[in-house]
């Protein structure tokens, strides 16, 4: 929350953080909203093709997602959907790294929104189908920064972010407050009595 200095006026802001997990490569984008209006704060990758074992991974995303919600303090956390595919043992990885970012987040109490890969390009670009190039390109220009496109793990992760910051709106609400629908923060407030 901002306050301006000859102002009582209150201008809220919100962190945005935005994760594209991987197996081998993670993205993550940080943006912030005043007033409607987007800007990057941070962006980058997790090498994770370095470390020897799934579980030293596992273990570095974990702790990344948890340095970059201690030092940004994000109040929401958008992350993409998992996409089905024909190799199995694939999509199990892939399903554990989400997990493990989900959890960092869920442990510092961070909301979690999902959104489809599909979603997340018609909301950046208009198209669904749009390549990597194209969604980095059009980031870029909503968020008036020069992104490098070498790092489309963390172009994508600024996509899900900014996907989440155009559809946050249009989110029903729950007794007053807003929730979104499969986030996981809202299901563990209303199941409050079931959490171990």
């Not at 909203?33 to 991974?57: A, R």
């Amino acid at each position: 929350m901002i306050i301006t200095p000859n102002s009582s006026t209150v201008i809220k802001e919100k962190i945005i953080l935005g994760v594209d997990p991987g197996t081998q490569v993670a993205g993550y984008g940080v943006i912030s909203v005043k007033s409607g209006v987007m800007s990057m704060v941070q962006y980058g990758v997790v090498q994770l093709s370095k470390y020897s074992t799934y579980q030293l991974k596992l273990q570095k995303l974990y702790d990344t997602i948890l340095r970059l919600i201690d030092e940004y303090h994000p109040d929401e956390m958008a992350i993409e959907d998992p996409f089905f595919g024909k190799n199995v043992q694939a999509m199990l990885k892939l399903g554990r790294a989400q997990g493990v970012v989900m959890a960092a987040a869920l442990s510092r109490n961070v909301p979690i929104v999902e959104y489809a890969p599909r979603r997340i390009k018609q909301s950046v670009t208009g198209n669904g189908n749009a390549s990597k190039d194209q969604v980095s390109h059009m980031v870029g220009h909503l968020l008036k920064e020069n992104l490098d496109p070498q790092f489309f793990d963390a172009t994508d992760a600024l996509a899900i972010a900014v996907c989440h910051h155009f559809h946050e709106n249009a989110l029903p609400t729950v007794s007053g407050k807003k929730t979104k629908k499969g986030a996981w923060g809202a299901f563990v407030s209303e199941n409050s009595g079931r959490i171990l």
